[in-house]
């Protein structure tokens, strides 16, 4: 009897087992190849080992109709499994701050969610992702491109489904005015830029595209987080013979009257440095006169060097479940929203960059001229990681203090400075970690200043008193990292001063995602 008792537990938790989203081969294949459910009275098809109804909740992009085209994939997606009913509750958020609302309330988070690779590692350690099981991860490995998968990969276990490998930037440009020649050249761009009155538009005060100067000259910025999510060091040398020479080519752009740091308007444009998501906007203002292709090079003593990039990824995740049918539905149901049918209807709907090999081979991916210009800047690119999120506030400096510089020990000193900025970030105490401070164009700043708050009863705090002008923002933002901020919202938009006046910002944080920020009238 103790025999026959011993084995039939055994044979419930394999069957458990089979349903589980991690881990090992977890049963039958999928219609898209993953593994999803067990073998249930010798019935090997996953939909009818699944039968049921399922009530799930998910996150997409905010853009206009990804959450039509999302149900409508659904839709499809019971038709080829019949018996499995889902009814989907589909909110569009954008996939740069999902990983942050997700991470700030991993409870209330939707079951599947879409988000930047740059998110992953918090993702995983604050145990927000369910890792696909041994089949599925097969499917994933075989059918999407190299940089995706690794996108996807925190230690050697791949936790997401790679969606797409379109988060980058290269150059779009007049093919009236610029040659093939030209187009080689940061310098020639520039002069041609100049003698026919356009504008070179290259966002050098955004960090994320300031380090394309310092990745030509083979500087690195990799950050190192421990097990809790903390930033404990970082291999930086920007600040570097080979930075200074990064300097010195951006000092070239920077000084040009031709140049303009707004790259999200075409208006008066010759070269606009952008991504996929303004190739509608391109597209508008250059017309039949556009090209694109990838970054230029530029010389400095003789020596030339390829301007680099941040390569990223747009992935889908899954949360972790109690309930393990639903885990396995959840699983199958991401396999098949990022599967290449799916991902041709994206590109097809919205010019979005399949990371599926099949879809990035077919003709109308290969004949698309945005998508063969972030391939081509591709092989120089590398992948973003995890960043702390202060770095971008301190590398978008460079790109002024190029432009500002009256010598090369200016230069220097703006490459010292920077270096010493990063190195106060690991001088941070437990309690600044934790503080909220008040940063935007307010007081006579430039979103270059936090404003100290004080803690006041517990959750509550608020600011010095803060000069302010109608037409100005702000947000507030805790250890002075733009990890976690409020605005309009948790992570939102910019909170607009209404008036002139001199204010306290009270900031009453629920500690997860809610808050409500008050301007005082300073006494």
């Not at 491109?145 to 150059?171: E, K, L, R």
């Not at 187009?183 to 955004?206: D, G, H, W």
């Not at 060097?305 to 990824?313: A, D, P, R, V």
């Not at 164009?441 to 430039?446: I, L, M, P, Q």
Request: with cysteine.
């Amino acid at each position: 009897m103790k025999t026959k008792i011993l084995s039939l537990i055994l044979a419930l938790v394999m069957v458990v087992s089979c349903f589980a989203a991690c881990g090992g081969n977890s049963g039958a294949t999928t219609p898209n190849g993953g593994n999803a459910g067990g073998n249930q009275g010798g019935n090997t098809d996953p939909a009818a080992q699944l039968a049921g109804t399922y009530d799930i909740t998910m996150w997409v992009s905010e853009k206009e109709g990804v959450a039509e085209l999302t149900q409508q994939q659904i839709d499809a997606f019971e038709a080829a499994n019949p018996g499995i009913i889902i009814n989907a509750s589909i909110e569009g958020v954008t996939e740069a701050d999902a990983g942050s609302k997700v991470i700030a309330d991993v409870a209330s988070a939707p079951d599947i969610y879409c988000f930047a690779q740059d998110q992953m590692a918090r993702l995983v350690q604050a145990a927000a992702l369910a890792a696909p099981g041994k089949g599925a991860c097969e499917t994933i490995t075989a059918n999407n491109d190299a940089g995706s998968v690794a996108a996807a990969t925190v230690a050697g276990t791949i936790y997401a489904y790679p969606m797409t490998s379109d988060n980058g930037y290269y150059m779009y440009y007049d093919t009236s005015i610029f040659s093939d020649e030209d187009v080689e050249s940061l310098e020639a761009l520039i002069a041609k830029c100049e003698q026919n009155n356009v504008k070179f538009r290259y966002p050098l005060e955004n960090g994320w595209y300031t380090a394309s100067f310092f990745f030509a000259t083979g500087c690195v910025s990799n950050w190192t987080m421990d097990e809790n999510g903390e930033f404990i060091s970082i291999d930086d040398t920007f600040n570097s013979p080979e930075g200074l020479i990064a300097m010195k080519g951006m000092e070239k752009l920077a000084k040009s009257p031709a140049y303009d740091s707004n790259a999200d308007i075409f208006t008066d444009a010759g070269i606009v440095i952008t991504g996929t998501w303004a190739a509608t906007d391109a597209a508008n203002h250059f017309g039949e006169n556009l090209g694109a292709t990838d970054l230029p090079s530029f010389t400095v003593d003789g020596t030339t060097y390829h301007l680099g990039s941040y390569t990223g990824n747009k992935l889908m995740g899954v949360k972790p479940q109690t309930d393990t049918k639903k885990a396995a539905v959840l699983s199958m149901l991401a396999q098949y929203l990022t599967n290449e049918e799916c991902q041709n209807q994206r590109f097809t709907q919205f010019g979005w960059g399949p990371s599926n090999k099949n879809a990035q081979a077919s003709e109308a991916v290969q004949a698309d001229v945005s998508l063969a210009a972030l391939a081509k800047q591709g092989e120089y690119g590398l992948p973003q990681g995890q960043i702390h999120g202060s770095w971008w506030d301190i590398a978008k400096l460079l790109g002024a203090d190029a432009k500002a510089a009256a010598s090369e020990a200016d230069l220097q000193t703006a490459l010292d400075e920077y270096d010493a900025t990063i190195a106060e970030l690991f001088k941070l105490t437990p309690e600044q970690r934790r503080a909220w401070t008040v940063i935007g164009s307010v007081g006579g700043t430039n979103w270059d200043t936090d404003f100290t708050m004080t803690e006041e009863p517990e959750n509550t705090w608020t600011s010095v008193a803060i000069e302010m002008k109608a037409g100005e923002e702000f947000k507030v933002r805790q250890g002075l990292s733009w990890d976690n901020n409020f605005g309009v919202e948790f992570n939102g938009g910019n909170i607009v001063v209404e008036a002139d006046g001199t204010y306290q910002v009270v900031f009453v944080w629920d500690g997860a995602q809610g808050a409500t920020i008050t301007l005082v009238p300073a006494e």
